[in-house]
């Protein structure tokens, strides 16, 4: 993702026999399991030589968890293979019942890999076709661990398309059926994603409950993943709501887990955390510095809305330096991805931004034109987070052109937005009902 706004992270657990790992949005392997060619020779010599179907396509499947973040162009090369000889093999009469639920379960895994990858490249609806594919057959297969994995990842693809009343169906059934299974690992996922929902819809108290209960669960499993990736988004809301030592603290201690595992992908989110930090104390080459670094990492992973994400973090600082023209290249190259991609949220955000930086230059209709469409766009997917920074921004631009009716309008209603957000909050009864985390601590994952 993409995200609250813009830099947070998501878990997209997914994978058969593997807990819930880190994505940034998306499940990811580590760099060690990358590096071991001579496994992935071994996985090639299999494919090559096997003699029976479920024995081949086991391995392509494997092949695919190697390599479906790094290279997300040959995984889906390789995942539409498996599903195409997975239903010829469906096809063959005398099936045992075994092969036949081995082979639904591979086709749901390759479906799922499949999604990954269109996630990555920031094709949002066929990410989501994918997943709701998965889930499908995960259900005709009996298994309602792969079933919540599917409805688990549908929630994060519904986040990034603003579609907020889907990400929180997904993301509850996902969490009630892990906890029926008593699957710890993916219950902190789904806690961790839950309150990264609430954070979002502007609920801080729901947020930290949440986000607290998955640091609890993965603290009890000894899961440095886990660990980091709650660390991240607890330093977050953190960031969020004003206390920025303690969200550089959490941030520091992610880079040392996720750089000790390897794991770039996350290492990218955490460069992209600290250099909000340093942006908003104003130490801006620092930040930048930081910045560039989350994108090699993106643009060498392919991760078209992780590259959205920083780039639009680099306008901002650039338009905070005063490069005015450096920073419309970077906020228009983001547009264009979250555009191609579906994610309306990105879109809303880089909106505002396009629209202070023509104000900036002195250009009142682009500026004028460029927020009113990131309140349109924020209205429309019903984020009070995006409304009220959109009419802010609206009043800030009339107040600086002297136009102090239309800023105090803007103003008084982006505080209406923000008092029904507390009063809601206020109001709201936190519906945490799983099993103590603390209880289930020993249990390995």
């Given at each position: ?42 996985i090639r010599r299999v494919i090559a030589t096997a003699k029976v179907d479920t024995t081949r396509l086991a391995a392509m499947i494997a092949l695919s968890e190697h390599i479906y973040t790094v ?102 059934s996902a969490l009630h059926a892990y906890e029926r299974a008593k699957d710890q690992a993916n219950t902190g996922t789904a806690l961790n994603n839950i309150g990264n929902y609430f954070a979002a ?205 239309s800023a105090l309008a803007h103003y008084e209603e982006c505080l209406a937005v923000e008092q029904r957000t507390l009063d809601k909050e206020s109001g709201s009864v936190h519906p945490i009902q ?12």
């Amino acid at each position: 993702m993409g995200p609250l706004p813009k830099h947070q992270t998501k878990v997209l657990p997914g994978i058969p026999g593997r807990p819930g790992v880190l994505l940034l949005l998306l499940l990811t392997c580590s760099a060690e399991m990358v590096a071991q060619s001579s496994a992935i020779d071994s996985i090639r010599r299999v494919i090559a030589t096997a003699k029976v179907d479920t024995t081949r396509l086991a391995a392509m499947i494997a092949l695919s968890e190697h390599i479906y973040t790094v290279d997300p162009d040959t995984n889906l090369i390789i995942c539409r293979d498996v599903l195409h000889r997975a239903d010829a093999a469906l096809k063959k009469s005398g099936l045992e019942p075994k092969e036949h639920s081995a082979l639904l379960r591979i086709q749901a895994t390759a479906v799922n890999n499949m999604a990954v990858s269109h996630f990555i490249f920031g094709e949002l609806d066929s990410a989501l076709a994918c997943f709701q594919r998965a889930q499908a057959l995960h259900e005709v297969n009996g298994s309602a661990a792969g079933a919540a994995d599917a409805l688990n990842n549908q929630g994060i693809v519904y986040e990034a398309q603003g579609n907020h009343a889907e990400q929180r169906r997904c993301l509850f059934s996902a969490l009630h059926a892990y906890e029926r299974a008593k699957d710890q690992a993916n219950t902190g996922t789904a806690l961790n994603n839950i309150g990264n929902y609430f954070a979002a819809r502007g609920r801080p108290d729901s947020a930290l409950a949440y986000l607290d209960s998955s640091l609890k669960v993965f603290t009890g499993l000894k899961d440095q993943q886990g660990i980091a990736n709650s660390l991240l988004n607890i330093g977050r809301f953190f960031e969020e709501t004003g206390k920025p030592a303690e969200a550089l603290e959490r941030y520091l201690e992610c880079e040392r887990i996720y750089t000790e595992q390897g794991d770039d992908r996350s290492l990218a989110v955490c460069y992209n955390n600290i250099a909000s930090i340093y942006k908003d104390q104003g130490i801006l080459e620092e930040s930048i510095g930081y910045l560039h670094r989350a994108l090699d990492i993106h643009l060498e992973q392919g991760d078209k809305l992780g590259e959205a994400n920083v780039r639009m973090n680099i306008g901002t600082a650039l338009d905070d330096q005063g490069e005015l023209d450096m920073a419309l290249e970077e906020f228009d190259k983001s547009l264009a991805i979250y555009r191609g991609s579906g994610d309306r949220t990105g879109e809303a955000l880089i909106h505002g931004h396009i629209g202070n930086v023509w104000k900036n230059k002195g250009d009142r209709p682009k500026a004028l034109e460029h927020l009113h469409a990131s309140l349109a766009i924020s209205r429309g997917i019903d984020s009070p987070d995006e409304i009220s920074t959109a009419l802010y921004k609206l009043g800030h631009y009339h107040e600086d052109v002297g136009e102090f009716d239309s800023a105090l309008a803007h103003y008084e209603e982006c505080l209406a937005v923000e008092q029904r957000t507390l009063d809601k909050e206020s109001g709201s009864v936190h519906p945490i009902q799983h099993r103590r985390p603390e209880a289930e601590a020993g249990k390995s994952g």
